[in-house]
């Protein structure tokens, strides 16, 4: 079996290793299995039961059941906007702001459509750094701090930009919420 993995796995890819966060699963699961009490955010599963006033939201407009837009919902959109405005001085137009569900195959596409270098944040996700190998791209890693509540300052953004150089079109992957402080 290992050897038709290897003819039917392109070449470059044959000492990736699972990701990090399936073993991680895999520990949680165990130890919920042993009875340990563990809240597990890993998946975007809560343990929480749905809040009722968004259960009530659902339910006044559950008849609104058309396709939204492509890129998401304008008004949130513009929300976000304003919101970067506001908290990290940064001017967006709603043009500019893609909203979709926290997916890492959406993200992918965009990795693997995208023709230039992606920027990663650390620590984020795990997924995002090894999906722009696949996608053979270049990925830079612009780490923050605790002392900045992890969020990505703009001089080291500006640093990394100048230190990669101009040669090619750059990708930031900023998501929302993000690890590790879930804003």
């Not at 343990?47 to 949130?76: I, K, T, W």
């Not at 926290?102 to 997924?127: A, V």
Request: with cysteine.
């Amino acid at each position: 079996m290992e050897e038709l993995q290897k003819f039917l796995v392109r070449p470059e890819l044959h000492s990736y290793s699972g990701a990090s966060n399936l073993s991680t699963n895999e520990k949680v699961k165990a130890l919920m299995a042993e009875g340990q009490m563990v809240y597990h955010f890993a998946f975007g599963q809560s343990p929480f039961p749905v809040m009722q006033c968004l259960a009530d939201g659902l339910r006044e407009n559950v008849h609104q059941n058309a396709y939204l837009s492509v890129a998401g919902l304008p008004e949130l959109r513009s929300a976000i906007c304003d919101f970067h405005h506001n908290y990290d001085d940064l001017d967006f137009t709603a043009d500019q702001v893609l909203v979709a569900p926290g997916s890492k195959e959406l993200i992918f596409l965009m990795i693997y459509l995208f023709n230039g270098d992606i920027y990663c944040l650390s620590p984020t996700w795990t997924t995002y750094h090894p999906q722009t190998k696949l996608a053979n791209n270049s990925a830079y890693i612009i780490s923050t701090r605790a002392e900045d509540q992890w969020r990505l300052m703009p001089e080291d953004l500006d640093r990394t930009l100048t230190e990669t150089g101009e040669r090619t079109n750059k990708m930031l992957i900023l998501t929302n919420p993000d690890n590790p402080t879930l804003f």
